[in-house]
């Protein structure tokens, strides 16, 4: 029983990792109907840019939690600049354009990150500071939370809990859900439709750096790749909570992330990417909407 | 009333808690021709879309020449002899309008792909008699300068053409008109009517109209049947439904029935 | 007769080009011109289901994987012992071989269009990008599948496949696959496929079969595929799932694009330059995938169309621009 329960912790753990990443992509999809392929790879452009930013404020020789929070922020800030650039330059000229030119150019720009990471940081393995040492703390009934893990999750979900409250009450926030819902209607009620999509992504993309450090301050090993793989749960994720549904990306999360730990855990660990393929194929077919979704009919 | 050749009985669509169309009744006789009017989303185009088997209606029966087609797929509904043109106009955008036209003479194709991959003499007799059927359809409609041109380049009165054009193609016996004169000037209007008369004339066709325009409608229907918010609240011959009230009403709201 | 003078010619001028060729090229000239073609066959066939019938599929290097490992265990298994047997009974070896390449690579071609029908049924329900992602799932399963199936090599591979296919065999298959896209392009069927494409709805309305019709374009592409996946595995001997990952399937899919979704002739280009760039750019090798990217994202921003458009590279065309005093006279 107790291990049961330790899986729920961890899979809890990295579900609101894949719920981080999978807001981003639910929030683009939903304001530009585009599968922004490129995410995940903003995700492992975060945890670089923190590396380099504790390297530059040396947090890792006198490592700090206030360090860590600097680090966290400025990786957020920067990969934000990169994803209004990204939005400006690559996906902005194919607003207009058929969904498969714009899913194309999302695929181009994850492989223009990717290799562009390798050119840049190379191929190789990088390793980030430790700046917070790992000390467990123990729940009862035989479950251990690592203060990592606590970290993780108690950002994850200020960081959720703050995106809500401003999409929700914030006059900025509503004009975000006026223009998911409406481009035209949108800009006729006086609202700038360009810088709510910009503010959009660069929300988004914080929000995956933020994840790539959050995981980085756990699991130092990062490599230019490694944004695939989490990037590509994360969507699924969001699909399954019903894509474009904000609160359907973090359930989203953290239902892949539990069904995730538990196959390692009880089936076998070889099967871990394919859960999500499985999953994904399962819930297209089944209820493609997703679970807070709602299918939009073609009217005829 | 000659016989019925499309039959709506008790016919009910429901989307959610919406009913778009609500107990409809309705008949209409071969070699008929019929309007359907009533204020926007009235559930006009709705109608179509059950008969044509866009949706399967929520309760209800529909019969086409004896047969129930209620739930059928849409292409078979098509090759069973309806076929349609649509409000927003629905061409093939990057194919030619003698490829448009074409599209629908492929139900009547018969080579396989086999044959067409093969190209046998067989195949190559059938498609030059579906582009010969596709070609003299649009010499009716007086398009054929315009075979090779892609539709979307096509002026607007003549998109709207092409698409009768192209329902005519399938060979139906039964043909449904989504407001075909919307967006037409006075004289396109009257071209309309006439073209309708002399295409009901011509392929021996049974017509069902959605229109707007109180001018055709009044002009070429023999019969009419309104709808307002799902529900049928009027039918008749032209004088009829001109004078009835609650028609009036329907469109222009109390104030005018009593002005 | 006149019908069979078109196909005998570009058999006669297979042949002669076979023999000649690889006697004439350098060798390592001679298997990017092999990879051309296989390349040439992938996009052609990806083009069927994305250019003509509108279908996002992005996972075709999966129905590819799947033929070529397919026709590699028949090879494998069957087919050698077939060689041996026809050889023996003093069948020529290059016939025998022909004709074991000719069954294998129809298998392979079979099993690929299996996997070409499950994944084309959920495309009756979905549109754009679910499709794309679902496609895209299936590409990743199956090259998941060959990775924890050890009796094909799984991780380590499969070696020794025999080396039955040359340019003769490769550019029949592209001839064959060209002219079967033609065809249909040129039939109702294409039309019906057009129609699917351009305005669904209104195709069913009209008459045409759209689930039919959906599943057929991901069953003949998947087909091409899975035979150049078998062309692949017999002219390079060795097989290896990295060979077929969702990079490869983007590689296709940026043939297409940049040819013009719906154009035969384009695919064809756009095969050629895009088989040839990456050599060109050895050089520049770690820059190569950044170019490549850039590419991409430039092509979908200036010109999204591909190079052609919808539009083919017409023969009858070219020549009829060059006299217009006779057609007047």
């Not at chain 2, 926007?40 to 185009?45: E, L, Q, S, V």
């Not at chain 3, 669904?200 to 599943?215: M, P, S």
């Amino acid at each position: 029983m107790s291990e049961f329960l330790q899986q729920l912790v961890n899979g809890v753990t990295w579900g609101s990792v894949y719920a981080l990443i999978a807001l981003g992509y639910t929030m683009v999809y939903g304001i530009l109907r585009l599968i922004n392929f490129a995410h995940g790879d903003i995700y492992m452009l975060g945890a670089f840019i923190g590396l380099y930013v504790s390297r530059f404020i040396r947090a890792g020789e006198n490592p700090s939690p206030v360090k860590a929070l600097v680090v966290l922020l400025a990786s957020m800030l920067l990969s934000a600049l990169v994803g209004m650039v990204i939005e400006r330059f690559a996906y902005k000229p194919v607003r207009k354009s058929p969904r498969l030119s714009a899913l194309i150019t999302a695929i181009g720009v994850s492989l223009l990150l990717e290799n562009g990471g390798v050119l840049l940081f190379g191929a190789d393995p990088r390793f980030f500071p430790q700046l917070i040492p790992s000390r467990n703390i123990p729940l009862g009934l035989g479950v251990v939370l690592s203060n990592q893990q606590l970290i993780v999750l108690v950002v994850s979900l200020a960081l959720m809990f703050l995106l809500r409250l401003f999409v929700t009450y914030t006059r900025t926030g509503k004009a975000m859900q006026a223009v998911s819902h409406n481009h035209t209607a949108a800009a006729l009620m006086g609202i700038s439709v360009d810088r709510i999509i910009t503010l959009t992504f660069m929300i988004g993309s914080s929000l995956a750096a933020a994840a790539g450090v959050l995981v980085a301050l756990q699991s130092p090993k990062i490599e230019p790749y490694m944004g695939i793989m989490p990037g590509l749960k994360a969507f699924v994720a969001a699909v399954l909570g019903g894509i474009g549904n904000i609160p359907g990306a973090v359930v989203g999360g953290l239902v892949m992330g539990v069904a995730e730990v538990l196959v390692t855990g009880y089936l076998s660990p070889t099967y871990r990417d394919a859960i999500a393929f499985v999953l994904l194929i399962v819930i297209l077919l089944v209820r493609p909407a997703g679970i807070f979704g709602k299918a939009v009919a073609e009217k005829v | 009333m000659s016989a019925p050749l499309l039959q709506l009985a008790d016919c009910t669509m429901q989307f959610g808690g919406l009913k778009a169309v609500a107990n409809l009744d309705l008949v209409v006789g071969a070699g008929e021709l019929v309007g359907l009017i009533g204020p926007n989303g009235a559930g006009k185009t709705t109608v179509f879309n059950v008969v044509t088997g866009v949706y399967a209606p929520t309760a209800g029966r529909v019969t086409f020449d004896g047969r129930a087609i209620a739930g059928l797929k849409a292409n078979r509904i098509a090759c069973a002899g309806i076929t349609r043109t649509f409000q927003n106009i629905r061409l093939f955008p990057r194919l030619t309008c003698l490829d448009n036209v074409a599209v629908a003479a492929h139900p009547h194709r018969k080579a396989g792909m086999w044959s067409a991959v093969f190209r046998t003499p067989g195949f190559l007799a059938d498609e030059a008699a579906l582009r010969r059927q596709a070609m003299d359809m649009l010499e009716v409609l007086g398009l054929a300068d315009h075979a090779d041109a892609l539709a979307i380049g096509l002026p607007y009165g003549q998109q709207r053409r092409l698409e009768i054009a192209r329902a005519l193609a399938g060979k139906p016996r039964l043909l449904l008109l989504d407001e075909p004169a919307a967006g037409l000037n006075p004289q396109e209007s009257e071209d309309l009517m006439r073209l309708i008369l002399e295409i009901r004339r011509r392929f021996s066709l049974t017509i069902l109209l959605i229109e707007h325009d109180m001018k055709v409608v009044m002009g070429i229907c023999e019969r009419i049947a309104v709808l307002d918010y799902g529900v049928k609240i009027a039918e008749g011959g032209p004088d009829e439904i001109r004078r009835d009230p609650r028609v009036i009403e329907a469109y222009l709201g109390e104030e005018s029935v009593h002005a | 007769m006149k019908r069979l003078l078109g196909p005998l010619v570009v058999l006669v001028v297979l042949v002669v080009l076979n023999s000649g060729l690889e006697r004439v090229l350098n060798p390592y000239f001679f298997q990017v011109l092999i990879l051309v073609g296989i390349n040439i066959i992938l996009a052609v066939s990806l083009n069927l289901v994305n250019g003509f019938t509108g279908q996002f599929s992005i996972g075709h290097a999966g129905f590819m994987a799947a033929g070529a490992y397919g026709s590699a265990m028949f090879s494998l298994t069957v087919g050698q012992r077939m060689v041996n047997a026809l050889v023996a009974g003093h069948v020529p070896a290059a016939a025998a071989e022909g004709a074991a390449l000719l069954l294998a690579l129809v298998l392979g071609g079979l099993l690929a269009a299996v996997f070409g029908y499950l994944v084309g049924l959920p495309s009756l329900r979905l549109r754009g990008d679910y499709l794309a992602i679902v496609t895209l799932g299936f590409g990743e399963i199956i090259r998941v599948l060959i990775l924890n199936i050890d009796v094909i090599g799984g991780p380590r591979g499969l070696p020794g496949i025999p080396k039955w296919a040359n340019f003769f065999w490769v550019f029949l298959v592209v001839a064959v696959v060209i002219a079967v896209s033609r065809n249909l392009a040129h039939s109702t069927h294409g039309r019906a496929l057009f129609a699917i494409r351009d305005d669904e709805i209104a195709a069913e309305a009209l008459g045409v079969d759209t689930t039919r019709y959906k599943i057929v374009a991901f069953v003949i592409g998947a087909f091409f595929a899975g035979v150049a996946g078998g062309l692949f595995a017999h002219y390079l001997c060795y097989l290896n799932p990295n060979s077929f990952t969702f990079l490869k399937s983007i590689e296709i899919i940026a043939m297409v694009v940049l040819g013009g979704m719906g154009s035969v002739s384009g695919s064809v280009l756009a095969a050629i330059v895009l088989t040839l760039s990456p050599e060109l750019l050895r050089p520049v090798k770690e820059y190569r995938m950044v170019i490549y990217a850039l590419m991409l994202i430039v092509l979908m921003i200036t010109r999204p169309q591909g190079l052609l458009g919808t539009r083919e590279l017409s023969l009858d065309r070219m020549l009829r621009r060059r006299r217009p005093a006779e057609t007047r006279a």
